[in-house]
């Protein structure tokens, strides 16, 4: 597996077997496909979610109608079956190499973790490429807002190998400092290790994760900090960190911050399946307001070690 950062400009001379959206209640979700307009002939997908379907969802699901003309696909967030139908539906007697767009800005965790997991089995009958692009955002102070968490599981696919007398947990941290803490207690790891976003968003943001998070910080045998705007970057130290405990220790990922660190530590667990990646089911309240920054991030993994 190849793991590369690069531009937009990229995208605009490629040509794509499928283009994956999400329509959500996020007014960010349709700012990156408004930058690739010109991409809107080949055949496209939009995840749909079921819950939370007000006015500006529906704004969204018109979007892709007109726009890109988009299959839609409905399914809660957390549900992956319907994702893996679809692709096993349009690739399954595919031996030729495929080339997906994914928009995952919107896109609960669970539905991108489906799509690599389902590219790293297929991937042994034909070569993939997966060009992952992202809408940077930026949240209010409020953020988050009530959460009660549900349960805590690996994500299917991830499981890694946790059959260890010692169990190391790396918490990938955000705003949700109470949340993690909760969890952390929850989970009672023989080793702590933690990383976060520097740079961040912003400055700002950076300091307020710093501040959410002080005492899992100050009680982590290791701190990484790595940059938001590097998948490539994320990956390769948190590789690092962990595989001097594979096969040694059960090593889990949780990936708590900004969701190109999360596609980073999935990407990790891809490349090492014994490490594996757990999430966090929540419920809110209501649906957070997430506006885009204008900033774009886009990943490009080969699961053939092509690079661009």
């Known amino acids: 597996m190849n793991v590369k ?27 990156a496909p408004k930058q690739i ?8 997908c ?19 109608e007109d726009v890109w003309n988009s299959e839609r696909l409905s399914l809660s967030a957390d549900e992956a079956k319907p994702i893996y139908d679809c692709l096993n539906e ?9 080339k997906l767009l994914i928009d ?53 696919g991830f499981e890694g190998d946790l059959l260890h007398d010692r169990i190391v947990s790396v918490f990938g941290l955000g705003y949700s400092g109470l949340m993690t803490q909760c969890i952390l207690e929850q989970l009672e790891p023989d080793e702590l290790y933690s990383y ?18 002080r005492d899992i910080i100050d009680h982590s045998e290791h ?16 590789a690092e960190l962990v595989i001097p405990n594979i096969g040694k220790k059960g090593v889990i990922l949780i990936p708590m911050g900004p969701k190109p660190h999360v596609l980073a530590a999935l990407l990790v667990s891809v490349k090492h399946n014994k490490v594996a990646n757990f999430r966090v089911s929540t ?11 204008g900033e774009i991030l886009l990943t490009r993994v080969s699961l053939d070690n092509q690079v661009i």
């Open 104 to 156: 995952y800005s919107s896109m609960s965790r669970l539905w991108y973790a489906a799509i690599l997991n389902w590219c790293k089995f297929s991937s042994t009958s034909f070569s993939i490429t997966l060009d992952f692009i992202y809408s940077l955002a930026k949240y209010d102070k409020s953020y988050p807002r009530s959460i009660v968490i549900n349960r805590i599981l690996a994500i299917p």
């Open 90 to 98: 349009k690739f399954r007697s595919r031996s030729r190499p495929l």
């Open 196 to 213: 976060y976003a520097s740079p961040g968003v912003s400055e700002d943001s950076e300091n307020r994760v710093v501040n959410e998070n």
């Open 46 to 64: 939009t995840f749909g979610f079921k819950s939370y379907i007000g006015d500006l969802r529906k704004t969204h699901d018109k979007y892709y």
């Open 5 to 31: 950062d690069f531009d937009i400009d990229v995208i605009r001379s490629q040509e794509y077997d499928m283009v994956i959206f999400s329509s959500g209640y996020e007014a960010r979700c349709i700012h």
């Open 283 to 293: 419920q809110r309240d209501k649906p957070e307001e997430i506006m885009p920054t």
């Open 37 to 44: 307009e010109d991409l809107r002939g080949f055949n496209s």
């Open 223 to 238: 701190v990484l900090k790595l940059p938001i705007r590097s998948v490539e970057t994320t990956v390769r130290y948190l």
